[in-house]
Structure formats: C-alpha cells, structure tokens
DNA sequence: TCCCTAAGCTATCCGGTTCC
DNA sequence: GGAACCGGATAGCTTAGGGA
C-alpha cells in the first residue's frame, strides 16, 4: 500500500491523491513519469519538488526507514504502514485498581504477533519497561490517553514509541463503543465463560489480593490476554476495511484463525 | 486604484469519547 | 471520575476577483 501513497508527498493532500488514482497514476513510478512530463514542459519548482520528494520516499522505503513514513503520513493515514512493520508491532493492554490518580496498574499485557506475555504487579511487572525496545511500535485501544500514561506514571519514564491508536482508525470506520463493542460489531467472540467488562478486572484484582483467589487472578489474566491478542485481529480487519476503501483492495491482509 | 465581498486556509476552543 | 485525544464548529486572517 505505501508504494501507492502519495499524501505524505509536499501539496498532496487525500483528495489530490485520490485523483491521481482515478487517472490511473497508481504508483511512485507512474507518478514519477506524470511529474517528469511536467518538469519537461515547464520549469516548475513544485515539481521538482515532489520529483526530489518521491525519489527520498524510494529511498527510505528501500532502507526500511518506516519512521520516516510514520512522521510524514498524516495521522488518519499511518494504518498504511501496517504491513511494513508488522513484526515491529507490540500489542499493549493494562488492567488498573480503578481510574482515579492514586490507581495503579495491576497487568501489563503484551503480543507481539506471535506470543503473549503478562506482567503481573508484585511478581515480574518491573520487568516490563526492560522488555519493551525503542523499535517497539505500539498498539493499544484509547492507549494514547490511558495506557500509556498510566505506564509512564507507574514507572517513571516516558515511553516515547511510536503509537497506533486502534480507537481512532475503527472509529474513522464508524466503529465506536469501545472495545468490546467494536468486537461484537466486527464478529470476534471471547472464550471467556462470561462477560467481564474494566470495572470486573478492578474487583477480580482485590478478590486476589485480598483472598489470594487464584481463580480470579486466572480469570483476569485470561481476559487481559483476550483484550490484547484480540488488537492485532482488530488492527487486520480494521486495514482491510480501509484498503477496500482504495483501488487496491486486491491487497489484504489474512486474517489468522 | 480602491474598496467590498467571497472563498480558502489556519488556529483555537470545546464537547464527546474511552480507558479501568 | 481524570486525562488526553480527535473532530466539528467557530473565529480570524489572507488572498483573489469584481465593480465603481
């Protein structure tokens, strides 16, 4: 999909990328032929311009520099990258004690596409800032405003990652409800034996801490576990919806079973 | 040439949403 | 119930074009 991006390039916006594709201008280089003829006929700083600008794209892309597409797409646009840095993402979910600013994270939990891995408060969650890499690229659900400054509180040090916010990109989808609600209207169904919502995992926290309830710790775990792991599905689904939105809906991702 | 108006762009503000 | 973001609404500024 990037090789087909035009709207991190200088005076390209959606609307002007979107025409470019309906002229049938689909790709850097038949974009680079289109800027070439204009260049030709006329001495044009604009072109040269972007000329200059697809030719660091090729570049970049060719090097694997994806952060240079993550600061020039604009935000509504970063799901593009997806496929290039799949194998960098690390999927993110924390449970609380509660909301307030004397609340404490109780689970970390992580997915990196291939395993999960939790951290529990009073066992290994200090562990946790150490297993996160600055190349780590963050997805969460509404991580941006809750999780990560929950973590940057607990820990003491800012997480400067690079973030993809899965709220944004399903609500720009007309997904809304939160997370559990974007699940039910995207048909992904829990193992759990019944539902548990946020202010569940505050009371299965306390009945653990306070009556070493290992099944509620079980139960908390598991439903961490399901929150995080759930992210990448919706991340794929949510990449597809928006790559049908494009002529290159030939490109999707699949989704694992 | 000057003035007025409309259109386009940018900055700011505020409400809505979501997390546990 | 606190925090932070997005997006829509609004205000303010700039520019272009038309008419006197």
Redesign the pocket.
Known sequence: MLKHTFCHLPGIDILEERKYWEKGILDWDSLKEEFLVRSKNQEDTYSRLVLDSLEFSKKEFARGNWDYFFFALP??QKWRLFPSVRSRLLYI????S????E?FI?VVGTYDGNHFQDFLRGRDMDDFPDKVLSSHIFVS??G????V?FLEKEFGKRFRNRHF?L??LL??LGY???????EKALGITRDLPFEV???D??RL?WQYVQYDDMEALDLLLRYNRE?VTHLELLFIKAYNMKLKQTPFYGEVVPEKE
């Open positions: 935000n509504e979910d924390i449970e609380t509660g909301l307030s600013k609340d109780t659900y509404n941006v405003a809750f999780d400054p916010d709220m944004y609500r720009s809304r409800g939160g997370l559990k609600g974007c919502n946020g202010a995992a505050v926290w929150d």
